[in-house]
């Protein structure tokens, strides 16, 4: 089943900002989302603020990795977003037209030995569902302005949607706001790194492609990298997504640039772009908050680490932090002591280290522009991953499973 949930718009929000919850989460996105639904499955008065007048309406992250399905399986939410997505047990990845590697996820240790592809705006969906459903609380196209930590709670400002300033008060905030988070540079909190040189474009299509859509596919060329994953489309079985390095993409591309990313892939057989969904252009960063916590200030998700779209594990991560966040806030404000709290950073910081590390690695290697780094990367990859315990150590790491 392919078809999206559906929640009345009227169902979503409340139209006044209260006085006071017990948590308030900045971010309607999937790890906003996720630490909101855990808290509110404890019975914690949250209150989620998010600055878009509505949800995201196009599909952006679109994988969903083993370990991601196992943590919301632990919520109750795997199976139905499960129900909504497209099960893609293999990667290829591909050079010059010929294959490099082939990673089976359907040889992990799991119960989702896949990768799932779904759009986001549908996986924001189903855990929104949730939120409301045990009683949480949205406010739309509410902007927050800043904070202030006492030691006792936290004071936080905001300008609602008819322009009015306001404050409100929380024992502890969420910053879930995305790469720009407001909350984080509020909190002092230095977010390390840089951004790459190349631009990418973001697009999703229907298309005719001759590859089986049981696989997403990645290809390496002079140009960069490729990547084209199926896409759910309630059986009409000819949506992908697109991703593909340019050296300055079009601020809005078009179907002739989304031809151009592919026909840099040396895929066998014809395939013939269709009709535009949705394009983005975007700039890729490698960034890391120094710290995920300031007293009563936690972060989660893309305010807390950016990174390389390579091996899709940005959104999962998030949805993993925010978990594992709300369960440790639920137990503080249920009567133990603060210090539990720190085990956020030491359990996830680490974790976001390690996928830093690896999409860094993964993005510098396929933007190689030296024909012999080529080669050598080309002809490595295709040695090592020859070695049975190579491409089960690969996918395992791409399924994060090395994460539990």
Same mark, same amino acid.
């Given at each position: 089943?392919?078809?999206?949930?559906?929640?009345?718009?009227?169902?979503?929000?409340?139209?006044?900002?209260?006085?006071?919850?017990?948590?308030?989460?900045?971010?309607?996105?999937?790890?906003?989302?996720?630490?909101?639904?855990?808290?509110?499955?404890?019975?914690?008065?949250?209150?989620?603020?998010?600055?878009?007048?509505?949800?995201?309406?196009?599909?952006?992250?679109?994988?969903?990795?083993?370990?991601?399905?196992?943590?919301?399986?632990?919520?109750? =939410?795997?199976?139905?977003?499960?129900?909504?997505?497209? +099960?893609?047990?293999?990667?290829?990845?591909?050079?010059?037209?010929?294959?490099?590697?082939?990673?089976?996820?359907?040889?992990?240790?799991?119960? !989702?030995?896949?990768?799932?592809?779904?759009?986001?705006? +549908?996986?924001?969906?189903?855990? =929104?569902?949730?939120? @409301?459903?045990?009683?949480?609380?949205?406010?739309?196209?509410?902007?927050?302005?800043?904070?202030?930590?006492?030691?006792?709670?936290?004071?936080?400002?905001?300008?609602?949607?008819?322009?009015?300033?306001?404050?409100?008060?929380?024992? !502890?905030?969420?910053?879930? %706001?995305?790469?720009?988070?407001?909350?984080?540079?509020?909190?002092?909190?230095?977010?390390?790194?840089?951004?790459?040189?190349?631009?990418?474009?973001?697009?999703?299509?229907?298309?005719?492609?001759? =590859?089986?859509?049981?696989?997403?596919?990645?290809?390496?060329?002079?140009?960069?990298?490729?990547?084209?994953?199926?896409?759910?489309?309630?059986?009409?079985?000819?949506?992908?997504?697109?991703?593909?390095?340019?050296?300055?993409?079009?601020?809005?591309?078009?179907?002739?640039? +989304?031809?151009?990313?592919?026909?840099?892939?040396?895929?066998?057989?014809?395939?013939?772009?269709?009709?535009?969904?949705?394009?983005?252009?975007?700039?890729?960063?490698?960034?890391?908050?120094?710290? !995920?916590?300031?007293?009563?200030?936690?972060?989660?998700?893309?305010?807390?680490? +950016?990174?390389?779209?390579?091996?899709?594990?940005?959104?999962?991560?998030?949805?993993?932090?925010?978990?594992?966040?709300?369960?440790?806030?639920?137990?503080?404000?249920?009567?133990?002591?603060?210090?539990?709290?720190?085990?956020?950073?030491?359990?996830?910081?680490?974790?976001?280290?390690?996928?830093?590390?690896?999409? %860094?690695?993964?993005?510098?290697?396929?933007?190689?522009?030296?024909?012999?780094?080529?080669?050598?990367?080309?002809?490595?990859?295709?040695?090592?991953?020859?070695?049975?315990?190579?491409?089960?150590?690969?996918?395992?790491? @791409?399924?994060?499973?090395?994460?539990?």
């Amino acid at each position: 089943m392919n078809s999206r949930p559906t929640t009345a718009p009227s169902s979503t929000t409340v139209s006044v900002v209260p006085d006071s919850a017990s948590v308030v989460v900045v971010g309607a996105g999937p790890a906003g989302l996720s630490a909101a639904v855990v808290l509110a499955d404890a019975g914690v008065d949250v209150l989620l603020l998010d600055q878009q007048a509505e949800g995201a309406n196009t599909s952006r992250a679109c994988l969903v990795h083993a370990r991601t399905l196992e943590v919301l399986a632990e919520i109750g =939410l795997a199976d139905e977003l499960c129900e909504h997505g497209l +099960v893609v047990p293999t990667f290829t990845l591909s050079s010059g037209g010929r294959t490099l590697a082939s990673l089976d996820f359907g040889e992990l240790p799991t119960a !989702y030995p896949f990768a799932l592809t779904v759009p986001q705006d +549908v996986t924001e969906a189903v855990l =929104l569902a949730r939120f @409301l459903a045990v009683g949480g609380k949205v406010v739309r196209h509410c902007r927050v302005t800043g904070h202030t930590d006492d030691g006792t709670g936290v004071t936080v400002g905001y300008v609602d949607a008819e322009g009015v300033s306001g404050t409100l008060r929380t024992q !502890y905030l969420i910053g879930a %706001d995305g790469m720009h988070s407001t909350v984080r540079e509020q909190a002092g909190i230095g977010f390390l790194g840089d951004a790459y040189a190349s631009s990418f474009v973001l697009a999703d299509v229907r298309m005719d492609w001759p =590859l089986s859509r049981d696989r997403a596919s990645g290809f390496l060329a002079p140009e960069g990298v490729t990547v084209v994953v199926p896409l759910p489309d309630g059986g009409a079985d000819n949506r992908y997504r697109v991703v593909g390095t340019v050296a300055e993409a079009p601020q809005h591309p078009g179907v002739e640039d +989304v031809r151009a990313v592919l026909e840099s892939c040396g895929v066998r057989g014809r395939f013939e772009v269709g009709e535009l969904l949705w394009s983005s252009r975007f700039r890729v960063h490698h960034r890391l908050a120094e710290h !995920y916590r300031s007293g009563r200030v936690l972060l989660a998700g893309d305010a807390a680490h +950016v990174h390389s779209p390579a091996g899709g594990q940005g959104m999962n991560t998030g949805i993993q932090d925010a978990v594992l966040l709300g369960r440790l806030l639920a137990r503080v404000l249920a009567g133990e002591p603060e210090p539990v709290l720190d085990a956020y950073e030491t359990t996830r910081r680490p974790v976001a280290e390690e996928v830093v590390a690896l999409t %860094d690695r993964m993005t510098r290697a396929a933007t190689l522009r030296s024909r012999p780094a080529r080669a050598l990367r080309d002809t490595g990859i295709r040695l090592a991953t020859r070695i049975p315990a190579v491409r089960r150590k690969a996918a395992h790491q @791409l399924a994060e499973l090395s994460f539990r």
